[in-house]
T-cell receptor
């Protein structure tokens, strides 16, 4: 069955450093991969989308890579700030013939001042 | 625009009770979905709709009903609540073609449901 894995352990990094989060998937060939941010008590908020034929996408301090051979996406936050502390979810989709997306469990990031 | 609005924000039910979680969006999005989020499980799709009058099942549809009579509203009904349905429920909407076909989803703030 299709599976997405994100590091369930929290990631603590020092302010100013680059945070790197990983999303691995199996038994799947998604057309799109998305990253969302979720703050406690709130719904996820879309950050970036990358297509299967794209290797890298950037937006301000954010960078996403997509390696369809390794079946892996990396999400980078450069010059991290305490305000970047949140849970980050990856989502893959749509599944063939549908509009369904599969979400990972998310990785909690804490940026220490 | 309010975006995606969910009501209520919190709800406590007794086993066997029924209720409806409301979801409304004002962005004229064709697609709407319901997810539940549980610790360690991530977001799991319950039901979704690609337009008024069209619904389909997601990954965990048992115990839930949906209907889509208008573009704006997509209520989720719990027929006979069970403790296993204790969760946080999120409604999301999206419009095909946004971001070149990637269907960016816009989420509501969630409904926190406890079934005793």
């Amino acid at each position: 069955s299709q599976k997405i894995e994100q590091n369930s352990e929290a990631l603590n990094i020092q302010e100013g450093k680059t945070a790197t989060l990983t999303c691995n998937y199996t038994n799947y060939s998604p057309a799109y991969l998305q990253w969302y941010r979720q703050d406690p008590g709130r719904g996820p908020v879309f950050l970036l989308l990358i297509r299967e034929n794209e290797k890298e996408k950037r937006k301000e301090r954010l960078k996403v890579t997509f390696d369809t051979t390794l079946k892996q996406s990396l999400f980078h936050i450069t010059a991290s700030q305490p305000a970047d502390s949140a849970t980050y979810l990856c989502a893959l989709g749509p599944t063939s013939g549908t509009y369904k997306y599969i979400f990972g469990t998310g990785t909690r990031l804490k940026v220490l001042a | 625009n309010a975006g995606v609005t969910q009501t209520p924000k919190f709800q406590v039910l007794k086993t066997g009770q029924s209720m409806t979680l409301q979801c409304a969006q004002d962005m004229n999005h064709e697609y709407m979905s319901w997810y539940r989020q549980d610790p360690g499980m991530g977001l799991r799709l319950i039901h979704y709709s690609v337009g008024a009058g069209i619904t389909d099942q997601g990954e965990v549809p048992n115990g839930y009903n949906v209907s889509r009579s208008t573009t704006e509203d997509f209520p989720l009904r719990l027929l006979s609540a069970a403790p296993s349905q204790t969760s946080v429920y999120f409604c999301a909407s999206s419009k095909p073609g946004l971001a070149g076909g990637g269907n960016i989803q816009y989420f509501g703030a969630g409904t926190r449901l406890s079934v005793l």
